[in-house]
């Protein structure tokens, strides 16, 4: 078994002993296996131990010894080794070595992660429409040390396939995922399809339910947090994605632009300095503003425009970029406003967005824990999170620019435009 395979994270004793209906032998289509008698011999071996070799537990808890079982499945992956052999196109065959060697990886066998890997690669290389090989491949990962690509694999068959016709046991595995790779969304979201699939209850899937809901604080609408608390950052390749899930957007601004995170009383708000932009009176620094808020009483689309494009002078115009079904857009020039550098312009676009069905899910992505380089065991526990706002939201993307540098500033605003993402 390789180093770092080794080095397992072994997650939180609780979620492992007690993970949702895993992907099991009952998956395997027995009438697509090679059908000679050692094959029919090592399903059978593995099926009589497969029930203590669900999961990877710290503590052994079955009266039947840990080596005993180990012995079984190391027995029943020699079988079907021989068999691939034999018939190494058969990819049900490389399917049932797969989660037999899954088993073995979970009471210690060496070598029996790498071995599930290749086959389930394989596989899924032989029959690359059978959703099962990424699945199973997925959830070996999440299972081990490779939290992050298991849970991608597994959101990966989302592209390809609806979601009521991946089988429950798929949801209960994702669920699982889910939970350790920092993804309560998509959790609560797979509880979600569960419950519509009319599939059993259990303690394990309501556990896994309340545990997401109960990384969520509810958002005070008197306090006034710090950024950290508000806003999650991460690097996509060159640039900073910056998210709020408490007001329910993300942006990425360049890089050499100057930034002010707020968030006061409800109230998220982001200011970005661009530029320096040349004039002929010198360098502008336009400015980009972001805001977001629920509406007041009884406050109309209009009426938060107006609250910020007050000048008489404002006018409506189309809107520069549509975010929203519900947008509108003004603009205003104020003659000499910024001296000798020309009049000043300001234009703003608002939009609003209802509650979506699960906040904070287009934003989420896998973040879970890595493999601890020291080899020794360790455990998870993801931060909480203020959840979104309550109902609509309404949000406001403001430039400030001298009409100097008109065409770069509006360069800029169209550059935050194109990076931000509003759920």
């Known amino acids: 078994m390789a180093t770092w395979v080794k080095s397992i994270i072994r997650l939180a004793a609780v979620l492992l002993a007690a993970a949702p209906a895993i992907a099991s032998l009952s998956d395997i289509h027995i009438e697509k296996l090679p059908q000679q008698d050692s094959v029919r011999e090592a399903m059978a071996e593995a099926s009589a131990v497969a029930q203590f070799a669900q999961s990877w537990s710290d503590k052994w808890h079955y009266q039947t010894p840990k080596d005993q079982v180990a012995s079984q499945l190391r027995d029943s992956l020699d079988k079907l080794q021989k068999a691939i052999a034999a018939a190494p196109d058969n990819p049900e065959l490389l399917l049932l070595t797969g989660l037999v060697a899954h088993y073995a990886y979970n009471v210690d066998v060496e070598d029996a992660y790498d071995l599930a890997v290749k086959s389930y690669q394989q596989a899924r290389q032989l029959a690359p429409d059978d959703y099962r090989a990424e699945w199973f491949l997925g959830i070996h990962e999440c299972e081990g040390a490779q939290v992050n690509p298991g849970m991608k694999l597994l959101m990966g068959l989302e592209d390809h396939w609806a979601w009521n016709r991946l089988p429950a046991d798929f949801w209960g595995d994702y669920m699982f995922c889910a939970s350790v790779a920092n993804m309560p969304s998509h959790l609560l979201r797979a509880g979600d399809h569960l419950a519509k699939l009319h599939a059993p209850t259990s303690e394990v899937i309501d556990f896994l339910v309340d545990t997401a809901r109960k990384r969520y604080q509810a958002p005070d609408l008197d306090a006034t947090y710090s950024k950290e608390q508000v806003w999650e950052s991460h690097q996509v390749e060159s640039r900073w994605v910056f998210t709020s899930y408490m007001c329910g957007f993300a942006f990425s601004p360049l890089g050499e632009w100057r930034m002010k995170l707020m968030t006061q009383k409800g109230t998220c708000a982001v200011q970005l300095g661009t530029g320096p932009h040349p004039s002929h009176a010198g ?113 406001l993307v403001l430039l400030d620019t001298a009409d100097s540098v008109l065409n770069e500033a509006k360069k800029d605003y169209d550059e935050l435009l194109s990076h931000l993402v509003v759920e």
């Open 283 to 395: 360098d502008i620094k336009p400015t980009l503003l972001i805001l977001a808020r629920q509406p007041k009483p009884k406050e109309t689309l209009s009426d938060f425009l107006h609250s910020f494009a007050h000048d008489p002078a404002a006018k409506p115009i189309a809107v520069p970029r549509c975010l929203s079904g519900q947008s509108l857009s003004a603009e205003v020039t104020r003659p000499n406003a910024y001296g000798a550098a020309g009049n000043g312009y300001g234009l703003w676009l608002a939009f609003e967005r209802p509650a979506p069905e699960f906040p904070g899910l287009l934003f989420e992505r896998p973040a879970g824990p890595e493999a601890p380089k020291d080899g020794k065991v360790s455990y998870f526990h993801p931060n909480e999170r203020i959840h979104r706002l309550e109902g609509t939201l309404y949000y």
